[in-house]
């Protein structure tokens, strides 16, 4: 793994979470030494009380972050490096947080400052504490005596939320992209004439496409009063007569350029439909998502009229969506040729197809008689008509064919010739011929899911129905988005697996990592009203985000619901215990969140390079996961360590068994 913008990205995601964790030790051990006095004991009895669900809260969180490591592909190349700096860091961290921290704790030197005049900064963190503790007292504690003696009503109430951020998504005012297009310092042209086209109409093409580019720059430099032009570099070649490609370069500064995106919108609609033109590629592209197409469809069958037919009607339902552009056909067909068909009269002379091609290909391509070597040099001989008589369909007409007796029979006895088309090239998939519709989508106008899925909801049975012997395959990056959600799908089944299994060895509880673990689905609020305050659409991006965010609420929840079972074997009853944890977690709690959210801040706020682009999705749900996620730990984690000791009492009762309450097995 090298130093790029992805590992640093790393780097910015664990930072608040390492020291989530050095937050968790130094604070029990601040507590204790604020009872007890200031000693090496007292801060290894601080560490202590936290040291075993701490660390496990570090385990799960690293549990989290495996599906992205289980990632493969392009995408697995982008996420790699975040999985494994986030989870070296993590491993480092235990090591550090529970042997080096504590020894530092433990070597401070004490100082005692005056109660009437100490220094300002004392007085500031004082004011703070007491404040900060004033509005648990007052305000906290009996809201949450409240929630916890209404917890079913309170539940209600956080259900709702998840169902409202969960209807952001399907009202569309949050947007749904896989994999969302992402800037880039290059636009990027790939232009296709069709067959037979000259290549000077090739070139007159693209300086055209360069001429409209320029135009456009110059206009906008003048009407955002840009001290450059944005466009930098401007390189264009031809690959062959009929293709060429353009490679633009963009000005660094990203304050000196419009959106690439605005800028390839503004660029393909004044280009518009180019006569000759049989596909024009305009884009930047790039990111984990590859440079496919955000549409394709593999139409496969053996009858290649109704292939043609169907893929023409499908052309033509994907260009009715709105924000679809770069609509293709895989079938190149419009090569002219001249088809010969062998009369039946010549087969009774004994001639056949095969024997009329080959002298045909004889007399005009020609036929190798000897092989001359000159030096270095492989010299063919071939022979063949002379030039002056190869030039004409009339020769063909007028030359004699042998016949396997020797004769010599005019060519119109034994041939027809009529002017006819076929393919440059055949596609097949699975021994069966097949044509490619593919699309693109201005992921600004339209969401490619959305799209994808009325197609195959509408357009394509149609198609099919009036199509019989046509069948289609999903492909390009509709199909690798189905793969990588699979592939996610299996990664979170494991990590989920997991985290119950290291939720279950502190706790020594089945019950109780259940009750963490269903906070889960309550992280994604935060993340997806984030999403929807700064207009980021939600994407696999977004979901690796998700899936992290998951092992740090878990780290927070499992050390609360530890500090209520000690609370519970002190003899406390339940809604005091529960009351009790949460003051002395407060303060940890939310300085842990606070750390998290403003070591992702940084990147979601003031980074506006392409580069960061890439990684914004992610930051975006856990820096905003995190900030809901205090709310989901200091309120729902207690309502539900309250349901879960109800359910349990309800079992003890049902069952007319002695079962001992979940919460007092822990010790």
Known sequence: VTINMISLFGFLVVLGIVVDDAIVMGESAYSEISQHGGSTDTVINGVLKVATPATFGVLTTIAAFSPILMVSGVSGQFFAPIGWVVVLCLLMSLVESKLILPAHLAHMRQKAYSQDDPPRMIRFQRQFSTALYRFVDRFYLPSLDQLLKNRYLALAGFVTVLILSIGLIASGNLRLVAFPDFANDFLRVELEMNEGTPPLQTQATLDRLIRVAERIDARVQQEEGFPEPMLRTVFAWAESNTSGNLL?????????????????????????????????????????????????????GNDLEQLQSAAAALESGIRAFAGTYDIRNSFEGGVRELQLNIRPEAEVLGLSQQALARQVRQAFYGEEVQRIQRGPDDVRVLVRYPRAQRDSAGYLESMRIRTPDGQEVPFNAVADVQVGSS???????????????????????????????????????????????????????????????????IGLSLAIFLIYCLLAIPLKSYLQPLL??????????????????????LSILSLFGIIALSGVVINDSLILVDFVNRHRLAGQSRIEAALKATRARFRAIVLTSTTTFLGLAPILFFESSAQAQVVIPMAASLAFGILFATVITLGLIPILYLIGDDVTSLLRRATGHSVEPVSSRTG
Do not use: C
């Open 248 to 300: 633009i370069e963009l000005v660094r500064n990203e304050n000196n350029r419009i959106p690439t995106s605005e800028f390839e919108r503004i660029w393909r609609e004044e280009v518009g439909e180019i006569p000759g033109v049989r596909a024009l590629r305009l884009g930047s592209g790039g990111g984990p998502g590859g440079d496919g197409p955000d549409l394709s469809y593999q139409l496969v």
């Open 516 to 537: 963490i673990m269903s906070v889960i689905p309550f992280g994604m609020i935060g993340a997806l009203f984030g999403h929807w305050m700064l207009g980021i659409p």
């Open 423 to 489: 393919p440059s090239s055949l596609r097949r998939y699975n021994g069966q011929r097949s044509i490619s519709v593919t699309g693109r989508i201005d992921k600004e106008l339209a969401e490619p899911g959305r799209v994808s899925g009325e197609i195959q909801r509408t357009i394509l049975p149609q198609i099919l129905s009036r199509h019989p012997s046509v069948s289609y395959q999903v492909s390009g990056n509709i199909e690798d988005v189905g793969e990588l959600l699979e592939e996610v799908i």
